[in-house]
């Protein structure tokens, strides 16, 4: 099963009321607009009355309202990164247990050292 | 000649258009391009057709009347005939609507 999809590309204003006529009945109201009808001898004779004003193309299928947007759309020439969970690898980052030991390790110099022990500290991850 | 009240044809006779007598050669490139394009329609909706064994009268009517844009002569593709005109021939675009209709045939002999 194969589909006309027909773009109008030509205006309408000003042309007479039967081809204003043909083009509403094929679906079409606004110049760019693309519909998809199946092929046929009844469509193609509507075809046929509008040929100056329409661009026509034999697809396998018809394309979706969104599927037609998005071949429009140009690249919008940027993207949104998102924050991703690290990856746990104990040759680079390290492990969990290892991060916690040295905090337990900060909180317990801290304790005990009130005075200046602080400046000099120093906690290997 | 001079002074406030001096007639020349857009002020004495208000509305005034000039339409050029030919084509420009780009208007003649785009008036090309504009029948290549219905020759396309035709073509695609006769192979559609076809494919699926079906004939349609007006399709098969246009195949055998009109000439595609490589048979015409520049001739008619750029000018058309008129029965008032000095030699019956005026550019293609006095037709009103020009770019949104056919005009591809004209009657023999002229």
Same mark, same amino acid.
């Given at each position: 099963?194969?589909?006309?999809?027909?773009?109008?590309h030509r205006?309408?204003?000003?042309?007479? @009321? +039967?081809?204003r &006529?043909?083009?509403?009945?094929?679906?079409?109201?606004?110049?760019?607009?693309?519909?998809?009808?199946?092929?046929?001898?009844?469509?193609? &004779? =509507?075809? =046929?009355?509008? @040929?100056?004003?329409?661009?026509v193309?034999?697809?396998? +299928?018809?394309?979706?309202?969104?599927?037609? @947007?998005?071949?429009?759309?140009?690249?919008?020439?940027?993207?949104?990164? +998102?924050?991703?969970?690290?990856?746990?690898?104990?040759? $680079?980052?390290?492990?969990?247990?290892? $991060?916690?030991?040295?905090?337990?390790?900060?909180?317990?110099?801290?304790?005990?050292?009130q &005075?200046?022990?602080?400046?000099?500290?120093?906690? +290997?991850? | 000649? %001079?002074?406030? %009240?001096r *007639?020349?044809?857009?002020?004495?006779?208000?509305?005034?258009?000039? *339409?050029?007598?030919?084509?420009?050669?780009?208007?003649k490139?785009?008036?090309?391009?504009?029948?290549? !394009?219905?020759?396309?329609?035709?073509?695609?909706?006769?192979?559609?057709? !076809?494919?699926?064994?079906?004939?349609?009268?007006?399709?098969?009517?246009?195949? !055998?009347? /009109?000439?595609?844009? !490589?048979? /015409?002569?520049?001739?008619?593709?750029?000018? /058309? %005939?008129?029965?008032?005109?000095?030699r019956?021939?005026?550019? *293609?675009?006095?037709?009103?609507?020009?770019?949104r209709?056919?005009?591809r045939?004209?009657?023999?002999?002229?």
């Open positions: 099963m194969s589909y006309f999809r027909i773009t109008l205006s309408a204003i000003g042309m007479p @009321k +039967r081809t &006529g043909v083009l509403a009945a094929l679906g079409l109201h606004r110049r760019s607009q693309v519909v998809f009808h199946p092929v046929s001898a009844q469509c193609a &004779g =509507m075809i =046929m009355k509008v @040929k100056e004003l329409v661009r193309d034999e697809v396998e +299928r018809p394309l979706t309202k969104a599927e037609v @947007k998005a071949e429009r759309t140009p690249d919008p020439g940027f993207y949104v990164e +998102r924050a991703v969970p690290r990856m746990a690898d104990p040759t $680079i980052s390290p492990s969990s247990s290892a $991060i916690s030991a040295a905090v337990k390790e900060l909180g317990r110099v801290r304790s005990q050292g &005075g200046g022990q602080e400046e000099g500290l120093e906690v +290997r991850l | 000649m %001079f002074g406030p %009240f *007639i020349t044809s857009s002020l004495g006779g208000g509305l005034l258009w000039k *339409i050029p007598w030919r084509l420009s050669p780009t208007q490139l785009r008036q090309r391009r504009r029948l290549r !394009a219905v020759d396309k329609v035709v073509e695609t909706l006769s192979n559609a057709l !076809a494919k699926k064994g079906e004939t349609l009268k007006s399709l098969e009517r246009w195949k !055998a009347e /009109m000439p595609t844009e !490589a048979e /015409m002569l520049s001739k008619d593709k750029y000018t /058309m %005939f008129d029965r008032k005109e000095k019956y021939r005026k550019g *293609i675009h006095k037709l009103p609507k020009w770019t209709v056919s005009q045939v004209n009657p023999p002999g002229y």
